[in-house]
């Protein structure tokens, strides 16, 4: 058990439709970070959030949108759903000393976009 | 963007046999690290490295750091059955802050 805690596990929705993800970091931990793996594409690197502001952008579509509110919790939202759109979404967390890489992963939601 | 070029995309070994995987980048990193992915579950981290040249060990698992920067690898020896997963590159920027993966290495592992 990493610590971090994501919700729903998995999660099915029609195109055209929102959704949001939700992430809590392990206790200490002030960095939030989310990720979307899929077949083909690996893991790949949406946002960065430090203590609630946005520290760097990845891939991230405009259609999805992050934030971490102040008890540092993540939401990630994804609106406009597409097929392709269907994926593992994790969520990491960090200590931020020095930011080094070392992340501490959820079990991921997966989400079923029919 | 940064990539990371990870190979063997696969491999499928005999229990006993010594594994090795590698990572290459056209970018520098500050920080190269391996993660491990169990079916169902997040990435774990294994092993980081922080400097150049850095060798580095954890059990079976030995990873190195490249001279240039911009590559790293992994050696796992005596495989056993639970050493099954999908293994990860991952490099590190201090300046963009950002950890990008490899595409990852599936190994498989006959007893």
């Known amino acids: 058990d990493s610590g971090v805690t994501q919700t729903p596990k998995h999660l099915i929705t029609a195109t055209g439709q929102r959704v949001t993800l939700r992430c809590s970091p392990r206790s200490e931990d002030l960095s939030v970070y989310w990720y979307q793996q899929s077949l083909d594409q690996g893991l790949q690197f949406l946002i960065h959030?430090?203590?609630?502001?946005?520290?760097a952008k990845g891939n991230i579509l405009e259609r999805f949108s992050a934030q971490q509110f102040p008890d540092l919790h993540s939401e990630l939202n994804l609106s406009s759903l597409e097929l392709g759109d269907s994926a593992l979404y994790f969520c990491?967390?960090?200590?931020?000393?020095?930011?080094?890489?070392?992340?501490?992963f959820g079990e991921g939601s997966r989400l079923t976009v029919l | 963007g940064q990539q990371l070029n990870q190979s063997p995309q696969s491999m499928f070994i005999q229990e006993g046999e010594d594994v090795s995987m590698n990572c290459t980048s056209s970018s520098i990193f500050n920080t190269w690290l391996w993660y491990k992915q169990d079916p169902g579950e997040g990435p774990v981290l294994l092993i980081a490295l922080y400097k150049a040249g850095e060798l580095t060990s954890n059990g079976r698992l030995t990873a190195q750091f490249g001279i240039t920067r911009k590559d790293s690898f992994l050696n796992i020896s005596a495989s056993i059955p639970s050493d099954v997963g999908i293994y990860f590159c991952?490099?590190?920027?201090?300046?963009?802050?950002?950890?990008?993966f490899g595409q990852g290495t599936t190994l498989q592992v006959k007893p």
């Open positions: 959030y430090y203590n609630g502001e946005e520290r």
């Open positions: 990491a967390s960090s200590v931020e000393g020095v930011n080094t890489g070392e992340l501490f």
């Open positions: 991952a490099g590190h920027s201090s300046n963009t802050g950002k950890l990008i």
